[in-house]
């Protein structure tokens, strides 16, 4: 499967030899610092990182996934 060269950068940034699945501002600064970019930089790297099955094992979950304690 041929991947694009979007999705190469996006791989190497999030896990690859320097990555360390990062979230997707950390992932997208690390190819932004080595001036590669697009427009959608920041989207692109925080749907790549959230859709990322070991980076959704090791991420702690927010206030916001939390489930309401009062009910109404």
């Not at 990062?22 to 080595?34: N, P, Q």
């Amino acid at each position: 499967m041929f991947l694009s060269m979007k999705e190469r950068i996006l791989t190497e940034a999030h896990s690859g030899a320097t990555g360390g699945h990062y979230v997707g501002k950390t992932t997208s600064h690390k190819f932004l610092r080595a001036r590669l970019g697009w427009f959608t930089t920041h989207k692109d790297a925080k749907e790549y990182c959230q859709a990322c099955d070991i980076y959704q094992r090791i991420v702690k979950p927010s206030r916001r996934d939390e489930m309401p304690q009062v009910t109404l």
